[in-house]
Nanobody, 123 residues
Framework: QVPLVESGGGLVQAGGSLRLSCAASGHTYSYYSMAWFRQAPGKERVLVAAISGSGGIIQYGDSVKGRFTMSRDNAKNTVSLQMSSLKPEDTAVYYC????????????????WGPGTQVTVSS
């Protein structure tokens, strides 16, 4: 399993920005695909963004395209999610996921998970 810890969540007004980070406490994660998911109370978990081990492939959920940007720094074993133009519907617990297979990480079926960080966007 891959140890992961998210940070950067908080309370922000609609239209504001937040930057989330996911840190891996183990050795290099450069060969692991990673992703951000989110889950609001009473709703299913959905994909926010995913990135391949090399950073060459980045995939975004339709609801965040043009507003969120995912990146990774393999030297620091971190991935980030820059969130702009936040909306109330972005309110959720955001989870970091990682695994050896991009397809499995995107699906959420073959990944390790962090404990999550709360993002709340007020009107």
């Amino acid at each position: 399993q891959v140890p992961l810890v998210e940070s950067g969540g908080g309370l922000v007004q609609a239209g504001g920005s937040l930057r989330l980070s996911c840190a891996a406490s183990g050795h290099t994660y450069s060969y692991y695909s990673m992703a951000w998911f989110r889950q609001a109370p009473g709703k299913e978990r959905v994909l926010v963004a995913a990135i391949s081990g090399s950073g060459g492939i980045i995939q975004y959920g339709d609801s965040v395209k043009g507003r969120f940007t995912m990146s990774r720094d393999n030297a620091k074993n971190t991935v980030s999610l820059q969130m702009s133009s936040l909306k109330p519907e972005d309110t959720a617990v955001y989870y970091c996921a990682a695994g050896p297979a991009f397809r499995g990480v995107v699906a959420g079926t073959a990944a390790s998970w962090g404990p999550g960080t709360q993002v709340t966007v007020s009107s």
